[in-house]
């Protein structure tokens, strides 16, 4: 049975629409109000025009467009009163205090990746805070560490880290659009991850501004909220301006492969194998699979598995794991490529182009309508299991159906649930996205691919975890649960989703979320709820 609220797909947009017309009608605020509010907070002499931008800018379109990855959510009348477009620390204080003082959410976005988009959208009247000016990177060669700002994007983040040399990395994501200040707070995963575990495994201080426009480090805000914020999510506990991070070595050799397999080459075979041995393999060696519909050279509709692999090593020893663990692959040395750790990251997203300056390009490349969901894995599916999705793929009326297969154990095995609010660790083979695209535009089409993804999200039910059915919070799903669109949200209604993302470590973050922000100003439809006060 699907996890998720009541509300249909057609009513959700309905209702977001009839809240957010109600509360502009009755809000008797306007961006004059906070402007004005926001003049008189700034501690510098900032041309305000440069900062803020209101719907009566003529670029405040671009500006809001900029940043959204999903066109499904482009149109969305759920527009914000004000962007505030931060310079300085007192710009964002400001933002902070102008918003409680006119009643106003705050979303923040570093990167505007939320896949359901609420670092831009609110059915109340919000400020979007958007940090593309906190950018800045500073690499510690010496001590291997760097303090890089909330608003970079990973492409940023490893062009400078690249900059000072090949063999030291992050294990952060491979998508360079990526803001940093999201991908850090839900956990953040890359190919690294079976080696060096996730990217908020590897910060070791964050400076943050809180509820009450207080700027604190690691030591100021204590150990239980330096905790939360490195996998807790985004947008409950304050603005994090910054991370400390560590950096990791990597050899100056790499190899990676692509092995692309059809039905008709034994995929659904080699994707079963897979599931036995990809949390199993070398630390060093990660294979992803990734599932897609594609046309057979006869023209016909089929599947294809791609599997991805990334090596910390070179390709004689490659070939020896792999002979040794998954021989059905049949990899071969003309498969393999011997690259440097910076150039993998880049030919992943430009094949043929190897420029450190293509990861500064903030435009992202593939924007489209998409749904997406997730799941873990902690028993191999069998055959028949695989065979029901391949037939839900080659569905005629869906567009572009995928799924991303990534294997844990390595270094995942090591890491305590308790060790920071990601819980999902040993026990888990690997992890699913589903995602559905398309281009049709229109209602009609978003429905029948939004309604075709949670079917097959359905059907996956007896093959995925259970008791709670987990979830990755940085592929944020709101079927699987929502705090209440007033705010007023209990303890009760966001366990629903809360265990999925945390299990056990979401009473922690609750607790967590009363001591530093018991009114609840950091909030939106899936953030940390404080308990009540009595």
């Known amino acids: 049975m699907i996890e998720m609220i009541s509300l249909s797909s057609s009513m959700l947009p309905l209702l977001f629409v009839l809240l957010f017309s109600f509360s502009w009608v009755t809000s008797a605020h306007t961006h004059e109000d906070f402007i004005e509010c926001f003049s008189l907070y700034v501690e510098d002499s900032t041309d305000i025009s440069k900062v803020i931008y209101t719907q009566n800018d003529s670029s405040y379109p671009s500006v809001l467009h900029f940043a959204i990855?999903?066109?499904?959510?482009?149109?969305?009348?759920?527009?914000?009163?004000?962007?505030?477009?931060?310079?300085?620390?007192?710009?964002?204080?400001?933002?902070?205090?102008?918003?409680?003082?006119?009643?106003?959410?705050?979303?923040?976005?570093?990167?505007?990746?939320?896949?359901?988009?609420?670092?831009?959208?609110?059915v109340l009247p919000f400020v979007i805070l958007d940090l593309i000016n906190f950018r800045s990177v500073t690499i510690d060669v010496t001590n291997k560490t760097a303090w890089v700002q909330a608003g970079a994007t990973v492409g940023e983040l490893y062009y400078h880290i690249a900059k000072k040399g090949r063999?030291?990395?992050?294990?952060?994501?491979?998508?360079?659009t990526m803001g940093v200040g999201g991908h850090?707070?839900?956990?953040?995963?890359?190919?690294?991850?079976?080696?060096y575990g996730l990217a908020a495994?590897?910060?070791?201080?964050?400076?943050?501004?809180?509820?009450?426009?207080?700027?604190?480090?690691?030591?100021?805000?204590?150990?239980?909220?330096?905790?939360?914020?490195?996998?807790?999510?985004?947008?409950?506990?304050?603005?994090?301006?910054?991370?400390?991070?560590?950096?990791?070595?990597?050899?100056?050799?790499?190899?990676?492969?692509?092995?692309?397999?059809?039905?008709?080459?034994?995929?659904?075979q080699l994707i079963h194998r897979w599931q036995y041995i990809a949390n199993k393999l070398h630390e060093d060696l990660m294979i992803t699979t990734y599932i897609r519909r594609v046309n057979s050279s006869q023209g016909n509709p089929t599947i294809q598995a791609t599997f991805a692999g990334f090596f910390l090593g070179g390709v004689d020893k490659l070939l020896q794991l792999m002979n040794e663990s998954f021989p059905e692959l049949g990899l071969a040395k003309d498969d393999c490529l011997e690259t440097s750790w910076i150039e993998a990251i880049i030919l992943n997203r430009f094949p043929g182009n190897t420029s450190l300056e293509l990861l500064l390009d903030r435009t992202p490349r593939f924007v489209t309508n998409y749904k997406a969901k997730s799941d873990y894995v902690k028993e191999p599916m069998p055959e028949i299991a695989l065979e029901g999705i391949f037939e839900r793929f080659l569905e005629e009326d869906i567009e572009t159906p995928r799924l991303l297969l990534v294997p844990y154990g390595g270094k995942m095995d090591q890491i305590s649930e308790s060790s920071s609010p990601f819980p999902h660790r040993a026990g888990n083979i690997y992890k699913i996205e589903h995602q559905v695209s398309w281009s049709e535009e229109g209602k009609e089409a978003s429905k029948r691919h939004v309604d075709w993804i949670r079917r097959l999200y359905s059907y996956m039910t007896p093959y995925v975890s259970k008791n709670p059915r987990e979830a990755y919070i940085n592929y944020r799903d709101l079927d699987i649960g929502m705090n209440s669109l007033a705010g007023n949200t209990s303890y009760e209604q966001a366990s629903i989703w809360g265990r999925k993302y945390f299990k056990n470590n979401f009473d922690k973050l609750v607790r967590v979320k009363t001591a530093v922000d018991p009114a609840n100003f950091f909030r939106n439809e899936q953030s940390i709820p404080p308990l009540p006060s009595w």
Request: charged share 20%; hydrophobic share 40%; net charge positive.
């Open 69 to 122: 990855r999903n066109l499904r959510f482009n149109s969305t009348t759920l527009k914000p009163l004000v962007i505030v477009t931060p310079t300085n620390v007192s710009h964002i204080q400001a933002a902070i205090r102008c918003s409680q003082k006119n009643n106003l959410q705050i979303r923040i976005r570093s990167g505007g990746h939320d896949f359901e988009g609420l670092s831009y959208m609110s």
């Open 167 to 176: 063999t030291l990395a992050f294990p952060a994501g491979i998508c360079p």
């Open 184 to 195: 850090l707070s839900g956990g953040g995963y890359g190919a690294l991850l079976r080696k």
């Open 201 to 268: 495994d590897n910060v070791i201080d964050a400076e943050l501004i809180d509820a009450n426009g207080r700027v604190l480090d690691r030591i100021s805000m204590g150990e239980d909220l330096f905790w939360a914020l490195r996998g807790g999510g985004g947008n409950s506990f304050g603005v994090v301006i910054a991370w400390k991070i560590k950096l990791v070595e990597v050899p100056p050799t790499l190899t990676v492969f692509n092995v692309l397999r059809t039905l008709e080459q034994n995929a659904t």
